[in-house]
């Protein structure tokens, strides 16, 4: 997939192209403030077809949990193939106002909300940032097996390392695009974050970055 004369206000970006798979993990790493979050804005205002997740929502605060999930049923074009409400647990949750939920809570009802819309394109910020260490896990195993093209910041390179296809880093108004081998190197990424990034093998011979 591919989107030509990508531009961003503020100078962030200027007439880049970026492309990704039409099926895979795209993961968006660079520092606080180059502009992720507002390219991932500028291409759910691209792709009508996507489902996009901002860091922070809520437009349906006053709703019941259900209720959100319903909204994101009636944009989906066919039956559900995941029971999200099992997946994240939300049984207890679906009487609930939005509002009175607490922020791990309601990511998890976002997430379900953004699953159940069965969009071809996930466009996510940040979405492990309230989640506790088991529905990230559980989240990490939907998207990897989901016949869906995924889009998303993080910043654990770690968690880039174990599950992205392909790679955008967004550094000094570019986008630097490429799979996992390519740009998850210590030169660049110490490059990009301003800071000594090393990776280092473990006796199994597992790779991790130690920054």
Do not use: R, W, Y
């Given at each position: 997939m591919k989107i030509n004369d990508l531009t961003l206000p503020r100078d962030l970006l200027h007439e880049q192209t970026v492309c990704w798979p039409d099926q895979g993990i795209t993961v968006?790493?660079?520092?606080?403030?180059v502009g992720k979050s507002t390219l991932l804005a500028e291409l759910a205002r691209r792709l009508p077809e996507a489902a996009y997740l901002?860091?922070?929502n809520d437009i349906y605060d006053d709703i019941s949990v259900q209720a959100v999930l319903a909204l994101g049923q009636k944009r989906a074009t066919q039956p559900p193939s995941l029971d999200v409400v099992a997946a994240f647990d939300l049984a207890p949750l679906l009487k609930m106002a939005m509002r009175k939920l607490s922020g791990g809570q309601q990511q998890r009802v976002w997430l379900a909300f953004m699953l159940v819309q069965q969009a071809p394109i996930l466009l996510l910020d940040e979405p492990l940032s309230a989640l506790d260490l088991r529905y990230q896990k559980r989240l990490t195993?939907?998207?990897?097996t989901a016949q869906?093209?995924?889009?998303?910041?993080?910043?654990d390179l770690n968690y880039a390392q174990r599950v992205a296809d392909w790679i955008w880093v967004?550094?000094?108004?570019?986008?630097?695009?490429?799979?996992?081998?390519?740009?998850?190197?210590?030169?660049?990424?110490?490059?990009?974050?301003?800071t000594t990034i090393q990776h280092q093998v473990t006796v199994a011979g597992h790779r991790y970055f130690d920054t």
């Open positions: 968006m790493l660079g520092q606080n403030g901002p860091q922070k195993q939907l998207l990897v869906t093209s995924v889009i998303m910041i993080v910043h967004m550094h000094e108004q570019t986008i630097l695009v490429g799979t996992p081998t390519e740009m998850l190197n210590d030169t660049l990424l110490s490059a990009v974050f301003q």
